[in-house]
C-alpha cells in the first residue's frame, strides 16, 4: 500500500531561532503547511519545499497572549487561527504579496520552449510571495485545549468544559458557547432521550475531529473517556447536541478521523489504537479493530512504547501512521494490516548490533498526495553560535519519502495482473521484458484485438503470469516526464494496461502516457488543451484507448473522453462524451465502461471502436442509469466500483455459458462494506435471437446484498479459462489484518445436478505474510510488495549523518502461493471433491509439489503441537487428499524432512509406516525418495531394518547406474556399522555429466598404445603409474581404512557381485563407468576372477556387444578399394615413416579431445538399435559411409588442386594447442605426396568406421586394465575392435610365455576361429584386419598347449614383447577420429558408392580371403 523510499530529507529553516518548532499542521489542499514555535508562526510551501514566510510576535504581545500552542487553517487557505496559552486565539489573513508575486521562480535557459507559453503556466513551479496579517485576537477566558475548523465557523474547545464557535470571518458578531455538561452522553442515540447522562462535570475536549461523512466530532475527554458527538439537527446549534461515548475506555489521548471509511481511530495510554465505527442503526460506537505492535514481531517493544502521541490518516484515506512518546512511526492500512514500524530491525539497531535511540516525533503530517511525511523531531536541531551569550539554532524538518500503490487512488487497476507502485516523480511496474513478446496461455478472452503489433500472443505456453510477472526480482522504474511533472505536479492517478506495456498518469492538469515498447511518453502538443482539463474520476486503458473521466474548463463541463495511444495527443483524436455530474470513479469491463457520479448514481457505457473513421477510435453510448442514492449516504464513502461477471447462482452459467461473460453484477465497496448488485433475472426471460441486436434491453439490478466487511481491496478477472473455473470465477477481497478471503463458486462434479443443500459459493477466509497488490488468477498467485533496509553507519563521523540514523529502505517484490489455505479450508468444511477439483486444474503448476507439502506441514505442525485434544484432526483427511497425486511419495517425505523429529510419529500414524512407503519408492523406481525415506528409517526404526532396506536400494542403485546415490549409500552402511551414523563420512559427490571413466583425466596411460609405446618397456613404466593399489583420486581411503571390517566386506561383497553381474551380461561399458565412479579395484578383481567370470565363452556375441555398447561403426570396404593402388604397398613406409618424424604423431595420439556432439551420440543410439541383420548394418554403414567424413576431416590433406576449404579442420583440432602447432608440419608432409582420388576415398573410408573419440578413449583404458589384470581374452576382443595389430601381437607374445593357462590359449585360438568364420559369412568388413594380423593367427595355431597351474601366472614383463609391428597411416590420426561414427547422411558423390551397387564388387570381394590386401589400413 505505502512503502518508505531511500533516506528521509532534512529541511533546515534559513532563520536560526532559540526556539524549537514543536507543531506542523497542513492546509486542506495540503500545499502550505504551518509550522509553529513558542512566539512563532511560519508557512512552507510543499514544492519546491521552502520557507514563505515567518511572523514573529513581540515580547509585549506574548506576554499577553502567552506562547503559542495550537494552529488551524480555514478550508480555503485564506486565514489561520493560533491558540495562545493565556486563552486567546489570534487570527491571520494570509495575503498574496503585492509587488514580488513570487518568492521563487523557475529560471529557463534563453530560447527554451518553455517560455513561449500560455499565460499562468509559469506560475504553477513558483513558490508564492505571501505575508500574515493577524486581525483581532478573540479573548476565551480560559485555556484553549483544541481547535477545529468547520466551513465557516471554528470549533474551540476549552479547559472550562465549554465548546465555543467562532465565526471565522465576523469574529465580531458575537460567538455561541455550549457547555458539555448539557449536552446528553448515553451508549447509543436511541437510549439517549432519557438514559442516563454521562457526567461531564469538570471535564473538558483534550482533542477532538470533525467527520464530515459521519457529520460529528469524534472527541477524547481529558479523563481518557472517548465519545462521538453530533447535531440533532441538519444545522451545528449549540443546543441540539448529543454524544454517545465508547465503554470500557479510560485511558484515550488522541483521536484521528477517516472520512472515505467512516472510522474514529483513537489513540491509548496502553500504546494501541482503538478503530470505532458508528453503527447505523443504533448509532453507538462499535470497536472495528485495533491496531497494535505484537509480540510475535516486536517482542522488545511491543509493550514498551508508552502512550501514542499522534495518529495521521493519509490523504486518500488508506493508511494510518501512528507515533508514541517513546518514539517511532509505524504505519497500518486502514483495517489494520501493519506495513512499516521504525521500532524494530535495522531503524532500530546499528550494524554492530548496539540500540540506537528511537527517533522521538512532536509532530507529523502527511504532504500532497501522500507522498512526503514532514515531521518534526523533538530533538533535531543543529546548533549555531551566535555573537551573544544565548545559542541560536537552525531548526529542521524531516521529510519521509513514500512511494504508493496506484490502487489507493485508481482502484480501477485492481483488474490488472500487473503491480503498479507510484511515488512523486517515477512509477514502479512489475511488468518483464517489453521485448519479449508477452504469452497468455489459456487466456481466451472476449477482448477487442488491439493492433497485431503490441497484442499479446494467445499460444505460448507460459502464462503470463509466471513469464513475466516472476522473472526476476526488479522493478521497472519509469521516470515520469520533467516537462509534465513541473506543471501538472502532484501526479494523482496512474494506470496500467492489461498487458503491463502501456502506463497512464494524471496530475492537477490534462494527463500524459507512456509505452515500454518505444521507451517515450506523449504529452499534449498543445498545452492549452492540457491546462484546460483535470482528471476527476480516474483514468483507465481499453485496449490501446485511455478511458480519461476528466472536467472541461473551457465549457464548464464534466467528459468522459478516449484517446487513442497510438495517434498524438490531441483533443482532434479524442471522442468526447457529456456527463450531467461529476464523476468520481471510473472502471473498464470489457467493453463496458462503468462511472460512479457525485449524484451517488452508476452509469454504464458501451464502447465500440469505429471502423469507418480514418484516425483510429471509439464510440461510447449509454446503456444503463442506475440510481443508488437510497443505499449510500455520502458518495465520497464509495471506496471503488467495479463491473464483474460473478454471480451467486453459477448453475446459469452452466445452462447459458454465453452470459458467463456478460457484466452480471456490480460491486461496491461502501466504506469498507462490499455490496453486490446482481442483474435481476426473475422477470420474463427473452430469448437473445428474438429481438434484434440493436434493441436488447439490458436488465435492471436488484436490491443490493453485502458480501463482506472491512474490505480494502477487490480483485476479479474479465478473461474466462474452461481448466480453472473455480479461480477464474472467485472474488479476491483484502480484508486488513484480517487477511483476504475468496468468494469461490461450487460447481457440480460432471455436470451432475447440483446438490440441493449446497450452495453456490462460499466465503473462505485465509492468512497470508504479505501485503497483497495483485491476484494472478491461473497461476495461484499473489504478487505484493515489501520494505527493504540497507545500513550505511559506518561513516564514522561526530555528528551522525542522517544516512546513519537511517537505514536505506528499498521496495521489494514478493509473492505468495495461497493455493494450500483455500485446499485446507475446502476440506475443513467437508468439500473434498471440490477441493480435488481445483488441485486437479492446477497440478500443472510448477510448484504445485510445494503447495501440497505447505499444506501438510501447516497441519502437521498446529495439530501435533497442540496442547489440548483435536476432536476432529484434519491431518488424515489431509493425507489421504495428497495420496491422490503421484507426487504423494515425495510430499510426505520432504514434509518430515523439514519437521522436527518429534512429530514423525504423529505424521506417519496418519500417511502410513514408512516402510511401506519405502517400498512403493522402490516399486516407482523413484529411488531419490527412497533415499529419504531410508534416512527417516534410519531414525525410526532399528539398525537391522535400516540396513536391509538400505541393501535394496544400494542394489538398485548400482543396477540403474545412479553413481551419486550409490556413493551415498556406501556411507550410509558404514555409519549403520561403525555407530557414526551422525556424522557420516564425506564422499565427493562430482560425477561427471556423461558417465566416462573419471579416472582416465589424471593418468599417465597414452591414449592409443602404440608400437613405441609397448617398446622399450614402458609398459612396465606405466603399470606402475596406472590404477592405484592402495588409494585412489576419491573413495580409495575406504579400501585402505578398516578393510578388515565387517561392514567394508559386506559392501565389497555387493560390489563384487555387481562386477561379476555386469561382465556376464558383457557390458563393459557399464563396468568401467562402475569402477571409476565408485573408486572400484577393477585390476585387483579381475586377477582374481580371471579363470572365473572374466573368461570369454562367445568372442562373436562379445564382439557384436562392444560395438553395439559403444556406439562403434562396424567396418566396411567401399567398393572402390578393390583396384585401390594402396593395395601394392606403395605409400605405407613413406607416409608412417614421415609422420613418425614429426612430434605430431604423438601430440594426436595423446590430445584429450571430446568432439563428439551429444546429439550425435543419441542419434546413433536410436539408429544402431534399429538396425535387424548384419548385413543390413553392413549396407547401411557402407552407403552411409566417409564424405561428410571426408569433407569435415581430411580436406586440408589433399594437394592444392583439389578446391576443398581448409577451415573445417582446425574447427576440430580446436582443443589441443600442440595439435593447432604441429597441423602445418603435416600439412606439409603430406601436400608433398600426390595422392589420388582413390587413395583419398580410401583413407576417408577407413576414418569413417572409427567410433566416437570418447569411446575409443574408454577402450584404450579398458585394454589397459585388462591387460594388466591378465585377462587376455578380452585384450583380444578389444584389439579386434580397435583393429590395432600390435594389441594383437602383444597377446599372442605373451602367449609363448609358460604362465598362462592352456584353458586361455586354446579360448583365444577357439574364438579367433568363430570370429573369422563370421567374419567370412557376415561382416567382410574385419577381413583387411584378419588378413594384416594372419602372421600372429598361424603362430597362435602352432602354439602347443601346456599345462600351467593358473596361480602361477604373473603379468607378462616387457621381455615378452616381440617386435613392433608396423604403425600405419590412420593409427596417426586415432585422436581425431571423426564426431559422426555412422554419419546419417546419404552419399554424396561417386566414391560412397554402395556395395550392392556393383556385381563386379562382389565378386572380387571373395579374393580378399586369399591374403591379397597385404597393406590394408588398421
Sequence with gaps: MYFLSGWPRRLLCPLRSGERPFLIEPSAQRFYLAVLSETQISIWFSRPSVLIVSYIESGKAAAQFGFYQQVEWKPDDSMIAVAAANGYVLLFDILGGLDEKYLYEPVYPKGSARVKVTPGYKEEQCAPALTLEMKKPVDLEAPISCLQTLQEDLLVATADGYLHMLHWDSVSNGRRAVNLCTVPFSLDLQSSRGGPCLDLEGVYIRDMEYCATLDGFAVVFDDGRLGFITPTANRLATDQLQGVWAADVSDGTCVAVNNKYRLMAFGCASGSVLVYMIDSSTGSMQLSHKLELTPKHYPDVWNKTGPVKMIRWSPDCSVAMVTWDCGGLSLWSVFGAHLICTLGE??????????????????????????????????????????????????????????????????????????????????????????????ASDKSSSRDSGSPLHRPSASTPLSQGLSTLLGHKHWQVVQIHSTYLETNWPIRFAAIDWSGQCVAVAGRRGFAHYSLYTRKWKLFGNVTQEQNMAVTGGLAWWNDFVVVACYNFIDRQEELRLYVRSSNLDNAFASVTKLHADTLLLNVFRNVVILFRADCSICLYSIERRHDSPNPSASVELLQEVSMSRYIPHPGLVVSVTLTSVRTETGITLKAPQQACSAESILLNLAGQLIMLQRDRSGPQVREKDTPANQTKLLPFCPPVVLAQCVENVWTTCRSNRKKRHLMEALWLSCGEAGMKVWLPLFPRDHRKPHSFLSRRIMLPFHINIYPLTVLFEDALILGASNETMLFDGLGSSAEPLEALFPFCTVERTSQIYLHHILRQLLVRNLGEQALMLAQSCASLPYFPHVLELMVHV?????????EPIPDPLLPTVAKFVTEFPLFLQTIVHCARKTEYALWNYLFAAVGNPKDLFEECLMAQDLDTAASYLIILQNMEVPAVSRQHATLLFNTALEQGKWDLCRQMMRFLKAIGSGESETPPSTPTTQSSTGGFEFFRNRSISMSQSADSIAGGKFNLQKTMSMPSGQSSKGGDRWCKDSDSAENLYIDMMLWRHARHLLEQVRLRDLGCFSAQLGFELIGWLCRERTRVARVDDFVTALKCLHKDFLWPFPVIPACSISSPLKNGRCRPVLSSRLLKSQSADSLLNSDMDTTPPQVNTANHSWLDGLGAVSKELDSASSHGGPQ?????????????????????????????????????????????????????????????????????????????????????????????????????????????????????????????????WVSSDCLGYKPFLNLIRPQLLKLMEVPVEQVQPEAFQPAGASKLSEPPLLLLPRAEDAHSPAHPLPLDGPSGANARPLDDTPEAAQEEAALDEGSYDCTLS
Design 346 to 439: 535495522d531503524f532500530a539497531y546499528h550494524s554492530d548490533g548496539t540500540k540506537k535511540d528511537p527517533l522521538k516525533i512532536s509532530s507529523m503530517s502527511w504532504g500532497v498526495e501522500g507522498y512526503h511525511l514532514w515531521v518534526i523531531s523533538s530533538m533535531d536541531a543543529t546548533p549555531v553560535e551566535a555573537e551573544g551569550d544565548e545559542k541560536l539554532q537552525q531548526a529542521g524538518i524531516l521529510q519521509f519519502q513514500f512511494i504508493k500503490s496506484a490502487l489507493t487512488v485508481n482502484p480501477c487497476t485492481s483488474n490488472q495482473e500487473q503491480v503498479l507502485l507510484q511515488g512523486e516523480d517515477r512509477l514502479y511496474l512489475t511488468c518483464g521484458d517489453p521485448t519479449q513478446a508477452h504469452s
Design 859 to 867: 497441519v502437521l505442525e498446529e495439530e501435533a503441537t497442540s496442547r
Design 1189 to 1317: 567424413t571426408q569433407e569435415a576431416f581430411l580436406s586440408p590433406l589433399i594437394n592444392k588442386a583439389e578446391e576443398y576449404s581448409v577451415g573445417s579442420a582446425t574447427d576440430l583440432t580446436e582443443t589441443s594447442s600442440m595439435v593447432d602447432g604441429d597441423w602445418t608440419m603435416v600439412d606439409e608432409n603430406f601436400s608433398t605426396l600426390n595422392l589420388t582420388q582413390s587413395e583419398l576415398e580410401h583413407i576417408s573410408m577407413e576414418l569413417a568406421n572409427k567410433g566416437p573419440h570418447k569411446s575409443q578413449v574408454q577402450l584404450r583404458y579398458l585394454l589397459h586394465v585388462f591387460m594388466e589384470a591378465g585377462c587376455l581374452e578380452w585384450c583380444v576382443i578389444i584389439g579386434l575392435i580397435l583393429r590395432d595389430a600390435s594389441v594383437i601381437k602383444q597377446v599372442v607374445g605373451f602367449l609363448d610365455s609358460p604362465e598362462v593357462p592352456s584353458e586361455t590359449v586354446q579360448s583365444i585360438r577357439a574364438g579367433l576361429i568363430a570370429v573369422d568364420l
